[in-house]
T-cell receptor, first 115, second 111 residues
Framework: GAGVSQSPSNKVTEKGKDVELRCDPISGHTALYWYRQSLGQGLEFLIYFQGNSAPDKSGLPSDRFSAERTGGSVSTLTIQRTQQEDSAVYLC?????????????FGSGTRLTVV | GDSVTQMEGPVTLSEEAFLTINCTYTATGYPSLFWYVQYPGEGLQLLLKATKADDKGSNKGFEATYRKETTSFHLEKGSVQVSDSAVYFCALRDGNNRLAFGKGNQVVVIP
């Protein structure tokens, strides 16, 4: 597609429920990143995919968080047993490393609210 | 690890004023440096970048120069407009092709 697409754009969930957040990167972009943006905390790196593999999962805050990428394209970030501190905007970005690094293209994010 | 530090707090200024947002970095090598902007209700957009020392990135009247000697990449604009009101993030590319971001600065331009 023309840009990075994320869905849903907004999600309200009850504490303890599981949620899935989806990211469709730009076609042909081999690298995909997940970040979390919390009020006053800036952008927190979560996980990075190169193709379907995740060489860097160092930012996942707990074992309740997991992510996968299939077909070198769509990625899903799953949060199990959500807690109120998980409330944030979850941002996905993609880039095309073969052409050199020109920064990321970000999606508009999913705003997650845990009540 | 590699990191970026931005000046604390929001920035409020009048239209046509001069804007500076400070950014310094800590890195083991010579990372590429970026400024991203987030307009209200929108996602992050790349504003400008510089890939080596003394490079100047520029876009939409904004400029930033990669200063190796002071490890800085301050963002400047000579005459801001109300439409420049946004959150600005400084970032560097680390050795793992990951962007490390500063905490961002809210800029509010008053007419």
């Amino acid at each position: 597609g023309a840009g990075v697409s994320q869905s849903p754009s907004n999600k309200v969930t009850e504490k303890g429920k599981d949620v899935e957040l989806r990211c469709d990167p730009i076609s042909g972009h081999t690298a995909l990143y997940w970040y979390r943006q919390s009020l006053g905390q800036g952008l927190e790196f979560l996980i990075y995919f190169q193709g379907n593999s995740a060489p860097d999962k160092s930012g996942l805050p707990s074992d309740r968080f997991s992510a996968e990428r299939t077909g070198g394209s769509v990625s899903t970030l799953t949060i199990q047993r959500t807690q109120q501190e998980d409330s944030a905007v979850y941002l996905c970005a993609s880039s095309h490393l073969r052409a050199g690094f020109y920064g990321y293209t970000f999606g508009s994010g999913t705003r997650l609210t845990v009540v | 690890g590699d990191s970026v530090t931005q000046m604390e707090g929001p920035v409020t200024l009048s239209e046509e004023a001069f804007l500076t947002i400070n950014c310094t970095y800590t890195a083991t090598g010579y990372p590429s440096l970026f400024w991203y902007v987030q307009y209200p209700g929108e996602g992050l957009q790349l504003l400008l970048k510089a890939t080596k020392a003394d490079d100047k990135g520029s876009n939409k009247g904004f400029e930033a120069t990669y200063r190796k000697e002071t490890t800085s990449f301050h963002l400047e604009k000579g005459s801001v407009q109300v439409s420049d009101s946004a959150v600005y993030f400084c970032a560097l590319r680390d050795g793992n092709n990951r962007l490390a971001f500063g905490k961002g600065n809210q800029v509010v331009v008053i007419p």
